[in-house]
């Protein structure tokens, strides 16, 4: 065996290792009470109503805006006061094994519902895979194809990269923090760069589909889920459009789309925007059975190198099937 076999061997072996090592984090009576815990600033029925949203079978970190107003009106508080209180629950989901600093998002949709976030590390692998709260909270708004965000509570100030990510897709937003005055976005990014400087007019929300098809009929749920988040990414730099589709083994679906930036660097993978979507549903790595990517062939980038070694530390036996879209 050579040196380069193995170090190769020894960096597999490795992950391995480190995937072996990775803490759980279910949705089992653990993280319930910690949810219990979290939501103590709510009154007893409002309590109620949240866990018993977050419980259900179909919860995707979405808190509709007929629950939220009711919330709000049962406590007694505004929109955003209920977004700042809600911060604690939204901390929950926070995974983040490498800092060991949990930042909790809440973002609003013009349609007034609510959409929970959390920051995502992945051990083993470059900071730059991250998935920061915010980026975690504005995608979910994304897959739930609201028309736009109006305002985000942050369990802190937005970091740069944040503020960066969030002038790509919604550069009038509110920013609420707890214990301070709430600022749009422009006060906290002063001469941003932004789509505009690269003859991007066209944003990210409203969502527009993009013509995208495989050569071949290919069956299968998941095939269809992948194609349609490649359809809806947002990729004005590079039309590198692509979008990934997590089966679970009790069945559930969860897409990511590519989300692209300006700076480049704060994009979002679809791998990473499909698995906070999993996350925020209250799932775990260890019920992925199977991952499908769907990008653009001829593309000047790939999300399948990305994609691979994610998987390769979160869900080692989950083989990452890749499919070629044409426009």
Do not use: W
Request: hydrophobic share 40%; with cysteine.
């Amino acid at each position: 065996m050579d040196r380069r076999t193995a170090l190769a061997t020894l960096g597999s072996a490795g992950l391995g290792l480190l995937a072996m090592h990775m803490p759980s984090f279910s949705a089992e009576t653990p993280q319930n009470e910690s949810h219990t815990k979290a939501l103590a600033n709510f009154s007893e029925k409002s309590r109620e109503r949240l866990l018993r949203l977050i419980k259900e079978s179909s919860f995707s970190g979405q808190i509709s805006a007929a629950d939220a107003k009711a919330i709000s009106e049962a406590e007694g508080k505004s929109i955003d006061q209920v977004m700042l209180e809600m911060l604690p629950l939204a901390k929950t989901y926070s995974r983040p094994p490498i800092s060991h600093y949990q930042v909790g998002t809440v973002a609003r949709g013009v349609r007034g519902d609510l959409y929970l976030g959390a920051n995502i590390e992945f051990p083993g692998h470059s900071l730059g895979f991250s998935v920061h709260g915010e980026q975690s909270a504005l995608s979910n708004a994304y897959m739930h194809e609201d028309r736009g965000v109006a305002a985000i509570a942050v369990t802190a100030a937005p970091c740069g990269h944040c503020r960066q990510f969030m002038n790509e897709l919604c550069p009038d937003i509110q920013v609420l923090v707890a214990g301070k005055n709430s600022e749009k976005l422009a006060s906290l990014l002063p001469a941003s760069f932004g789509p505009k400087d690269l003859g991007v007019t066209d944003l990210a929300f409203p969502i527009k589909q993009i013509n995208l098809g495989l050569p071949s009929a290919l069956p299968g749920a998941i095939t269809g889920a992948a194609l349609e988040a490649a359809r809806k990414s947002y990729a004005p730099y590079t039309k590198a459009y692509s979008g990934v589709a997590i089966a679970t083994k009790t069945g559930r679906i969860f897409k990511g789309s590519y989300i692209e930036n300006a700076a480049y660097n704060p994009s979002l993978p679809p791998l990473q925007s499909a698995l906070a979507g999993l996350i925020l549903a209250g799932s775990d790595y260890s019920a992925i059975s199977d991952v499908v990517l769907v990008e653009t062939a001829g593309a000047p980038i790939s999300q399948k190198s990305v994609a691979e070694a994610i998987l390769g530390t979160i869900a080692p036996e989950t083989k990452l099937r890749v499919l070629s879209a044409t426009t």
